[in-house]
């Protein structure tokens, strides 16, 4: 799975593609979405709010960040990273 990310002002867009188990995947990140996130880190925290456009073999996170905060990339990389694990199996 690739992720890239940009951020710009309050808006960060996640792009995430050759994503095998999205359905998976997807279903974790809508409980982010929600509040209700599994992964260690707490920068679900900083998140107003989240859409998630899913395509074929792709997923694009629009998120809207809280005033004043930024969002650190790398622990959206160390949420999916369990997937990536998964995938090399």
Do not use: H, W
């Amino acid at each position: 799975m690739e992720i890239s990310a940009k951020q710009r002002d309050s808006q960060l867009v996640v792009e995430l593609k050759d994503v095998s188990n999205k359905d998976e995947v997807v279903q974790v990140l809508q409980s982010c979405a929600e509040g209700a996130c599994s992964c260690s880190s707490d920068e679900y925290a900083k998140v107003e709010t989240m859409q998630i456009l899913s395509g074929p073999s792709s997923i694009q996170l629009d998120i809207s960040v809280k005033a004043g905060e930024i969002i650190d990339v790398n622990c959206i990389s160390e949420c999916l990273s369990p997937f990536e694990e998964q995938r090399k199996k």
